[in-house]
Every structure is written in structure tokens, then in C-alpha cells.
């Protein structure tokens, strides 16, 4: 199987501030990375697919990047409505494999 | 629109069975490969089964293999999860999705269902 190692497991910061999670594989995905971003009571929504790919209407300041095995989420300037906790997962193969999670939070 | 709407969750005790059913409209539904996902209370993502797009081949966690059966109907456009010997480490959010591979705009969730495993 296929570890996904997320980090931070939490992170806080002001409005404005460039943010940076980031995911390394325990092998080679082939780019096959999403990024999620979820809020409390609600389904994981998609921003990013092919590791850096940016889905139809998620806002600019969201971007990933890497290859191989060690990938970046990057919030280029944090909101208040960026306040959620974000998850990486690999779909090179079956298991399916998430990151630990990332809570942001708002200094 | 695309939809996913999960639905048979609830309160079963420790050892019993749950069948869950996940609707599918406004995608091609016997197109994509489906999956389940589940999150327990507080915790993470933690993917639980896929199926293949015809429902020949089904894939499960360690957690819940032996235990949990996918399957799917394509003419009603409906994913399954049959939950037998239910555990209180079972008890989680219940979503379904297509996780397979598709490229842009065209991976989706439904909203979950809980299942509560508890005597």
C-alpha cells in the first residue's frame, strides 16, 4: 500500500499570509494526487487533480505543485473562508490513501 | 446537476447489518468506477471500497474485507454497501464517490450518511 505522509497536522495563520502544506508518498504516484479542502458537517470538496491541476471555479490562490513523491499545496494569500481542514490522496492504485488532514486555522 | 445522495444509515448495535444505497443523477454513472469512503467522528479520511465500472471486480480496506460488500445496479443508477458484523469502530460518516481517475471536473461526493454502531 501506498502511505501518504501530510504535513503540518495543523496550522495557524493571519489573513493575507502564504500558506504551504505539503504530502509525500511512501513511492512513485505518477501525479496522481487531489486536493481536498473539507469544512465541519460537510462532504470533501475537490480543488486540485494531477497534483496540480486547478478544478473549474476553485479560486486562483489555490496551487500545487511536485512530482514523484513529495507534493506542495500552496493558499497564496489566506482568506477567512479558507478556515477548513485540507487532505491530499493517491489514486496511482488501489488502496486508495489520504493524508492525515491539515486543520488551518485563522490567527 | 450531478447528484449523489447517500441514504440507510442509522443506529444498529455491535454485531448487526446495514445496507446503504447511494443514488446517482446527472453523470454517467455506468461510466465511472465508484467508491465508498468513510470518516469517523473527528477523524480522517479513510478510503473503504471500490467497485469496477460493471461491478465484476470489488476492492475493501483490510478494515472491513469479509465483513462489507459493494455492488452496484447500472440500470437504476445505484451503488451499494452491505455491512454485516458491524463493529463500534465502524461507526463513521458514509460517503460515496467516483475516485477513479477522470481527469478535471467530473469527481464527485455525496453529502454522507452516519451509521452509528453502538449497543
Known amino acids: 500500500d501506498i502511505q501518504m505522509t501530510q504535513s503540518p497536522s495543523s496550522l495557524s495563520a493571519s489573513v493575507g499570509d502564504r500558506v504551504t502544506i505539503t504530502c509525500q508518498a511512501s513511492q512513485d504516484i505518477n501525479n496522481y494526487l487531489n486536493w481536498y479542502q473539507q469544512k465541519p458537517g460537510n462532504a470533501p470538496k475537490l480543488l486540485i487533480y494531477d497534483a496540480s491541476n486547478l478544478e473549474t471555479g476553485v479560486p486562483s490562490r489555490f496551487s500545487g505543485s511536485g512530482s514523484g513523491t513529495d507534493f506542495t499545496f500552496t493558499i497564496s494569500s489566506l482568506q477567512p473562508e479558507d478556515v477548513a481542514t485540507y487532505y491530499c490522496r493517491q489514486y496511482e492504485s488501489l488502496p486508495y490513501t489520504f493524508g492525515q488532514g491539515t486543520k488551518l486555522e485563522i490567527k | 446537476e450531478v447528484q449523489l445522495l447517500e441514504s440507510g444509515g442509522g443506529l444498529v448495535q455491535p454485531g448487526g447489518s446495514l445496507r446503504l444505497s447511494c443514488a446517482a443523477s446527472?453523470?454517467?454513472?455506468?461510466?465511472?468506477?465508484m467508491s465508498w469512503v468513510r470518516q469517523a467522528p473527528g477523524k480522517g479520511l479513510e478510503w473503504v471500497s471500490s467497485?469496477?465500472?460493471?461491478?465484476?471486480?470489488?476492492y475493501y480496506a483490510d478494515s472491513v474485507k469479509g465483513r462489507f460488500t459493494t455492488s452496484r445496479d447500472n440500470t437504476k443508477n445505484t451503488l451499494f454497501l452491505q455491512m454485516n458484523s458491524l463493529r463500534t469502530d465502524d461507526t463513521a460518516v458514509y460517503y460515496c464517490?467516483?475516485?477513479?481517475?477522470?481527469?478535471?471536473?467530473?469527481?464527485?461526493w455525496g453529502p454522507g450518511t452516519l451509521v452509528t454502531v453502538s449497543s
Open positions: 446527472g453523470f454517467a454513472f455506468s461510466s465511472h468506477a
Open positions: 464517490a467516483n475516485l477513479a481517475y477522470c481527469g478535471g471536473d467530473c469527481q464527485f
Open positions: 467497485i469496477s465500472i460493471n461491478g465484476g471486480s470489488a
